[in-house]
């Protein structure tokens, strides 16, 4: 199959918005304003999805809600990545048969990675006859010509073919969130990791252009947001499909340098594509916050290779030191799968000792969990459940103990945070995060919200830290 980049021709792009308008069209002459449910699951890229997919459905002239009851559209964002999550979104799109019962004239559309590997889209269209449409993430950019031919003579839809991915742009957003919002720099992945399913669900590495990303960027400082995260599988190889290559520590330093006060987030790295010049520019970047999120997944040589990480546990560590020299209050995140096919518990202790090196801040860790379709759900899998389960708890023992001694040296400090939202602890009023991305509850106005201020730590645990609003 050709797996070029293909750019998606704006007249193509506006012909969707055209689809748009006669949705609406259609939707102004119903006796009520329409509601859709949009509910997402997974990465900050499926979110980024959903928000664009909220964009196409507000100009369809749809309302949002989040009582599936009360929607006359449900847009069900899945996640691949692994079994447990399929499983949830298999549960709760069979018991929506029930919510169509009630409300025969009801969408139910089914998107994301999941839908985008075929023993899924057979296993829906063969018994989850409720759906109306299942599309992947090759086909959101035609979403609104789907939902108009469904609407204008019932049926079902499947737009889940193998296509080589491409970009489209143009597309409306509306986002979730007034302080934080999600730029998409490239999508896909290029690495073919042997237990990830993301290259054949999401294609090929493509970047979008510089100029396009440095547009939104700006309108969104203009908007007033104040953190801004880029968003890629691979962040660090952005670029080298661009006619012109540029590559990410360069687009970080254009971002850096529009107008306006907020933070620059990005995620993901690869450890292999983390270069020294990366990390310089994060040092000389005022904006760039100084946090990075650097997946080792394992720690031991023989399993890196078997995972086809194509960067050794002493290349990593080295990468690591290189860093934490030119920004020695990093904040590092990482994650890390306990019983890839073939460890040993004495290979796992590789993975301790990686820990107990770099002290990372905080950890996403995850028992390994086969995907159809990738090399390691062939490999030999003898490890029982319950070993791997104990190597899992020694993991998040060790590292609770690190974040929590940690987040205890905060205390004592004053910080300057972003007020990001209400707390869900009846204690505090406010969550904020410190630059570095560490959540913070807060003490103090409502009206602080969206802003950057100086908080007194006050409190820790391995979890969070506490404190008030100091005077700036
Ligand atoms: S780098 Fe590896 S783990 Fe990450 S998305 Fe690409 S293939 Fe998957």
Redesign the pocket.
Known sequence: MNRQTTTIPPADVERQLACCREVAQLTSQWPQQPLAFVDTYGCQQNEADSERIRGYLREMGFGFTDDEEQARIIVINTCAIREHAEQRVLGNVGALVHVKRRHPEQLICLCGCMMQEPHVAQKIRQSYRHVDLVFGPHALWKFPEMVRDLLQQRGRIFSVADEAGSIAEGIPVVRQDKVKAWVSIMYG?????S?????YV?GRERSRKPEDILAEVRQLAEEGYKDITLLG??VNSYGKDLPEPMDFADLLRAVNAIPGDFLIRFM?S?PKDATHKLFETMAQCEKVAPVLHL?F?AGNDRILKAM??RHTRQEYLAKIRDLKALIPDIVLTSDIIVGFPGETTEEFEDTLKVLEEVRFDALFTFIFSPRVGTPAAQMEDSMPREEKLKNFNRLVELQDSISEEKHAAYVGKTVRCLIDGVSDDARYDLTARTPGNRLVRVVGPSQAVGQFRLVKITDSNKWSLYGELAED
């Open positions: 992945c290029n690495n073919f990791c237990y990830c399913i993301v290259p999401r599988q691979n993901t690869h997946p997944q086809n990480r």
